[in-house]
C-alpha cells in the first residue's frame, strides 16, 4: 500500500513540476516584451525597435508595445551623420586592370559573413531580374544571366501591389533609381536636381555613395546605380559617430571602395544561430578595417547574398533561401 502512495505521489510531483514549468513559460512570455520596451534596458530595446522598424514585415513587434512618438525618439538616438562627398577631393587611381579577386571569411563576435575584393572596380556592374516591375529573381540567376563571377543583391525595392493596398512579396518592383550600362532601367525621382542617397559608378570605376542627383550623375559619367541608404563611410571617415546606427541588428549587404580603387563587397549573415546579424556600425567599422575610403549600405534582412564562382556563399536567412529581388551588383 506504502509503494502504491509513493509511486501516485510521485506522478503527483511530476505534474506539478511540469505545469510550474508551463506557467513559468506562460508568464515569461506575457512579461518579457513589457520588460524590454518599458524596462530599464535601453540599449536592448533600441536594438530591438530599430530592427523591427527596418523590416517590412515585423514592425508590428514595435508598434505593439510602443506609440510612434516613443518609436520615433528612439530611432531619433542614433544619429547617421550626412557627409557629402567633395568633387575635389574624389578618388583619383590608376587602373591597371587587375583581374585578381580575393575572398575573406568575416568573424565577429555575434555574426559571420564574406568579403570579396574586386581589384579592377571597372568590372563592377548593376544588374537587374528580366522581369523588372513585375517580379524579382535570385541574385544567383541575375549573375548568371550576366555571366559574373561574383554578386551581392543590390538596392531597395517595394512589395506592395501598384495601389499600394496588398503585399506581393515578388520583389520586383524598384525603389529610387536603377541604372545599368549607362541606361536608366527605373526611376521614380522626379526632380533630377533632387539629391538621393545613391550607390553609383561612374565609366572609370569611381564609386560615389550618398546623396547625389541625377543630372550631378549624368555630369560624372556615372553607368551604374541604385538607389540605397546610408552612407557609411565617405571621404575616409565614418558616419556614425555615436550609437549603432539605428537600424537594429540584421544580416547586412554593403559595397566599399579603397583609395587605390578597388571595391569591397560585403554580406553579413543574420537571424540566425551562428550569426545573429550586425548593426550598421559594425558594417561601417568592418569597412575601414579593410581600407575603404567610401562605403555605403545596401539593402540586408533576407535580401542578404552573395554568389560567388558558381554558388551561393552565405546562408541567406530566408527559410526558402534566397529571396528575389530587383538588383544585384555583380563583377564581370
Same mark, same amino acid.
Given at each position: ?47 530591438? *525597435? ?33 557627409? $557629402? ?31 570579396? $575584393? ?7 556592374? *548593376? ?33 506592395k501591389s501598384s495601389d499600394g493596398s496588398t503585399w506581393t512579396g515578388t520583389g520586383g518592383k524598384p525603389v529610387g533609381l536603377l541604372m545599368s550600362n549607362g541606361v536608366i532601367k527605373h526611376n521614380?525621382?522626379?526632380d533630377e536636381n533632387k539629391k538621393e542617397d545613391v550607390m553609383a559608378l561612374t565609366s572609370s570605376g569611381m564609386l560615389l555613395v550618398g546623396p547625389h542627383s541625377l543630372n550631378e550623375m549624368k ?47 560585403? *554580406? ?65
Amino acid at each position: 500500500m506504502a509503494k502504491k502512495n509513493i509511486k501516485k505521489s510521485k506522478r503527483f510531483s511530476i505534474k506539478i513540476f511540469i505545469l510550474f514549468i508551463i506557467f513559468e513559460i506562460f508568464i515569461t512570455a506575457i512579461t518579457a516584451p513589457f520588460i524590454i520596451f518599458h524596462g530599464p534596458f535601453k540599449n536592448v530595446k533600441r536594438t530591438l *525597435v530599430g530592427s523591427a522598424m527596418t523590416t517590412l514585415s515585423h514592425q508590428y513587434i514595435a508598434k505593439l508595445f510602443l506609440s510612434e512618438e516613443e518609436i520615433n525618439k528612439i530611432l531619433s538616438e542614433d544619429k547617421v551623420d550626412t557627409i $557629402l562627398q567633395n568633387r575635389n577631393d574624389m578618388l583619383k587611381f590608376s587602373n591597371k586592370h587587375d583581374s585578381k579577386i580575393e575572398r575573406f571569411d568575416i568573424d565577429g563576435k555575434k555574426f559571420k559573413g564574406y568579403m570579396i $575584393l574586386i581589384h579592377d572596380p571597372t568590372r563592377v556592374k *548593376v544588374g537587374f531580374s528580366t522581369k523588372l516591375g513585375i517580379a524579382g529573381e535570385l541574385t544567383s540567376q541575375i549573375a548568371e544571366n550576366n555571366e559574373s563571377i561574383a554578386a551581392i543583391n543590390g538596392g531597395g525595392f517595394s512589395d506592395k501591389s501598384s495601389d499600394g493596398s496588398t503585399w506581393t512579396g515578388t520583389g520586383g518592383k524598384p525603389v529610387g533609381l536603377l541604372m545599368s550600362n549607362g541606361v536608366i532601367k527605373h526611376n521614380d525621382i522626379k526632380d533630377e536636381n533632387k539629391k538621393e542617397d545613391v550607390m553609383a559608378l561612374t565609366s572609370s570605376g569611381m564609386l560615389l555613395v550618398g546623396p547625389h542627383s541625377l543630372n550631378e550623375m549624368k555630369e560624372l559619367g556615372v553607368k551604374e546605380a541604385i538607389s540605397f541608404e546610408p552612407a557609411l563611410v565617405v571621404n575616409g571617415q565614418g558616419t556614425i559617430k555615436s550609437g549603432d546606427g539605428g537600424w537594429g541588428i540584421a544580416p547586412r549587404t554593403a559595397i566599399g571602395q579603397r583609395k587605390d580603387g578597388a571595391i569591397l563587397m560585403l *554580406v553579413i549573415d543574420g537571424r540566425q544561430v551562428r550569426s545573429v546579424g550586425a548593426t550598421l556600425k559594425d558594417v561601417q567599422d568592418i569597412m575601414l578595417e579593410y581600407g575603404a575610403y567610401n562605403a555605403t549600405n545596401l539593402d540586408g534582412g533576407s535580401s542578404s547574398t552573395m554568389y560567388y564562382d558558381g554558388e551561393v556563399i552565405n546562408n541567406p536567412c530566408d527559410p526558402l533561401g534566397e529571396r528575389a529581388v530587383p538588383s544585384v551588383i555583380y563583377v564581370k
